[in-house]
């Protein structure tokens, strides 16, 4: 026994003995460690982002099934700018939503997988959150219903919803954030939440109008004071772009390419109401001097011709709005209207986003 107590008490016997307390402690060390990354996580999956609202714009509603959270927006923004989620990996959301273009994109039409054109103008994403119906007939309810659209679609990125789902759950980086901000693997419902979480940020306003409403009356300019009094009066615009967002948020026929041989029919095509017939959506006019060509075809090159096709009360037909008449306005008014749409309705603070990394 004696000999026993000698050989543990061995000078060998504590150097082993104390390495293997070092060992021990610097693996409770990185247990520890390991789990305050899981819980600073965990944490941020959960933590809500409290989404600040412009000047101007009224207050944001967020669907009680889709909170937002910085993890869940920052995902978002990942497949917004993922090419992955075309069918032959060229096109993104962003790329007919191009923050430096309005977040449109610049073109008459959208373009999409393999240079296929579609028949309809890209509408800017600035401000979406506040419209109840999406795209230029409505046929999506919110933002949620929108987002898998475009993917889907032959012309735009005609990618299969499963095979979106299958290729994401293929990347680790989507596996691991998928699982870390909805607690599931990839699917279809957590794609729209996320998509539509990062397009809800995309706001603008505090424009020099608003600071003009405010009381600052150096915010705008002389001609942009007779343009946003003929705005609101004479002209009539509000009567259908009013609010935070000057936009109704309802369908209306202004004879925009009625007479084409096979017209557009808009919002006609989703409810079959004859007096839908021609109707499209009333489009912010926040930021609208980045967002050029204009109308739902892209027909109007100029907000100066856009006012002047106001001016002359639209192109006739049966469902032509009976607000569209025309306006008696001079040379000089229309220039008023315009200097009040570009000078007062872009925003210093214009929601400038540049494209994540993407996960691998």
Known sequence: MKSRLLKINSPSARF???????????????????LNSLFAEMAMADKPHVQQVPTGLERLKVPANNELTAAKIELGKQLFFDKRLSGDNTVSCATCHDPEKGWSNDAAFATGVRGQVGGRS????????????QFWDGRAVGLEGQALGPIANPIEMDLNIVEAIARLSDIPGYRKQFKRVFGTKVTAEAMAQAIASFERTVLSGAAPFDRFKAGDKNALSVSAQRGMDLFFNKAKCSSCHKGGSFSDFAFHNLGVGINNENP???????????????RFKTPTLREIHRTAPYMHDGSQKTLKEVVEFYNKGGIEN????????????SPEEVNDIVKFMVEGLASEH???????????
């Open 16 to 34: 082993i003995a104390a390495i293997s307390m070092v060992c021990i402690m610097h693996l409770i060390c990185l247990m520890c460690f390991t």
């Open 122 to 133: 890209a509408p800017t994403i600035i401000n979406a959150a506040y419209h109840p119906l």
């Open 264 to 278: 557009d029919l808009g919002r006609f095509l989703v409810t079959k109401q004859e007096g839908d017939r021609g």
């Open 318 to 329: 049966p469902q032509l709005d009976e607000e569209m008449k025309p306006l008696k306005l």
């Open 350 to 360: 214009y929601p400038q986003v540049s494209a994540p990394q993407l996960p691998e």
